[in-house]
């Protein structure tokens, strides 16, 4: 985060992180699945993905991530500095390859990137219970119904008209009024570690169809940014 003396987020990279953190804590949930354990396939090194990642990786078991040529890993050779930072911190078993190769025994696809880039034949090779939080608007990597009908057990997309919308306008309301209410000169991944937890919390029973609040939640902004401000205050308790 810039140190500028006020609270500066980049709405696609850290709160795309929050939401899709929130949904995942959910998502395990229904799935039975322990989120320590998880193993993440992120498509998509931009600012997102960045983002994303940097907030998931102490969380999970694994993630690896993708850029347009393939598994980001140590071997490669054309990583600009941020991908090399990627590699140092994902991919345990540095492996190389596609998209495909990634998926085998996964638990989750998180595709912040482009329009249909998901085969749906690669789903029989994820884990059981696949979560699916394909990203790309207007068009996802992959369409709900067709990776639902692949076997997905979870399905995200950015979309207003389906279940489950990873919507950045459910965090930075409440994210800022929270740290604007202590005065807080920036914002710390703790503040936004809460406020993930906080909007997962307002689901009281997660299941497939229902791991995110909506945006017009009854004090959704509220709420978080409670979360924010005590965050802020004491870090060390989220």
Sequence with gaps: MQDLGIPVMHDD???TAVIVYAGLINAAKAAQKELKNLQIVINGAGAAGNGVTKMLVSEVGNIIVLDSKGIISKNRKDLDSYKKELAKITNKENIDGDLAAALIGSDVFIGVSK????DPKNI???NNKPIIFALANPTPEIMRDL???AGAFIVATGRSDFSN???NSLAFP???KGALS???GRITNEMLIAAAKAIANLVKDPSPDNIIPGPFEKDLAIIVAAAVSKAFHNPKAV
């Excluded at 329009?115 to 998901?118: F, S, Y």
């Design 165 to 167: 919308q990873i919507n």
């Design 182 to 184: 202590v005065r807080a």
């Design 147 to 149: 990776v639902k009908n």
């Design 124 to 126: 029989s090779s994820m």
């Design 174 to 176: 409440g994210i800022f």
């Design 115 to 118: 329009p249909n880039l998901l």
């Design 13 to 15: 990279q850290h709160g």
